[in-house]
């Protein structure tokens, strides 16, 4: 009876999966001329407090540089009550940040557009510093949250851009 180690089977699974990845032709995102071109995309200004948490987020992901690349965001913040309590007063809330983004090269060529909804929920106590505190909180995490996804969006579009120009 043939007895067959079980680092030797690891490997062969190892081995087989990195050939059937491969010719489907993955690739990692965080790699490729794509990523590289994320630093330094130019973001565009906002209004509000929402507006400037994702504008830090994103300066954090992608740093402050030159780009040929702008990204433009509108963002809209509303909240609403989840849950109330037995006396009717709301005491769960969602936070919730739509943001429309249109990544453009230096021709004003529209490379990207999308929207994307990120939501934060929060609890708020009986007195109302803990319902601003809570919803600040929210306001942060949501806009970490939207960063992150635009970071990816982008990285995406700039990678489809890439092999599309390579064919």
């Known amino acids: 009876m043939l007895s067959l180690r079980p680092s030797l089977i690891r490997t062969g699974v190892l081995a087989a999966a990195l050939v059937s990845l491969s010719a489907c032709g993955f690739q990692p995102l965080y790699g490729g001329a794509g990523f590289n071109q994320l630093p330094g995309v130019e973001i565009s200004r906002g209004q509000d407090r929402v507006d400037y948490l994702i504008e830090d987020a994103l300066r954090d992901f992608l740093g402050d540089g ?17 849950g109330l309590s037995a006396t009717g007063i709301a005491r769960q809330y969602a936070l919730v940040i739509t943001t429309d983004y249109t990544l453009t090269d230096a021709t004003g060529a529209v490379i990207a ?53 390579a064919r």
């Open 66 to 82: 030159r780009s040929p690349f702008r990204l433009t965001l509108a963002n809209e913040t509303a909240q609403r009550s989840l």
């Open 113 to 165: 557009e999308g929207r994307l909804r990120e939501e934060s929920l929060f609890d708020a106590g009986s007195d109302p510093y803990t319902l601003v505190s809570g919803a600040s909180n929210a306001e942060e995490q949501a806009s970490e949250a939207m960063a992150e996804r635009l970071v990816r969006e982008i990285a995406v579009a700039l990678r489809q851009r890439e092999a599309n120009s």
